[in-house]
Nanobody, 125 residues
């Protein structure tokens, strides 16, 4: 089991960039595929991006391709989500999630057992 803590959210303007971080406890972080999901107000949680345990494979939702980049630093037990060209519709609570021995092809909530508490990102127009 890993415990996840997100940080880096905030209020930005449209077109700005922001980097989210998710730091995991435990010594087996490198065994986990990691992902980011977002949940807009009043809507379902949806997939944003995922990365394999080794960091050599990534997947993205169509809505963020070319704007968001997921990466990880296993030495720091941290996964990042670099967001650029932010839009008001990116406003949501962003959650990181972990799946033991997973791959970047895991893109649904049910495939992840470990979740952080979320960090709010608000993009003003």
């Amino acid at each position: 089991q890993v415990q996840l803590v997100e940080s880096g959210g905030g209020l930005v303007q449209a077109g700005d960039s922001l980097r989210l971080s998710c730091t995991a406890s435990g010594r087996t972080f490198s065994s986990y595929a990691m992902a980011w999901f977002l949940q807009p107000p009043g809507k379902e949680r949806e997939f944003v991006a995922s990365i394999s345990w080794a960091g050599d494979s990534t997947s993205y939702a169509d809505s963020v391709k070319g704007r968001f980049t997921i990466s990880r630093d296993n030495a720091k037990n941290t996964v990042y989500l670099r967001m650029s060209s932010l839009k008001p519709e990116d406003t949501a609570v962003y959650y990181c999630a972990a799946r033991l021995y997973g791959s970047s092809e895991h893109k649904t909530q049910g495939e992840y057992k470990n979740w952080g508490q979320g960090t709010q990102v608000t993009v003003s127009s």
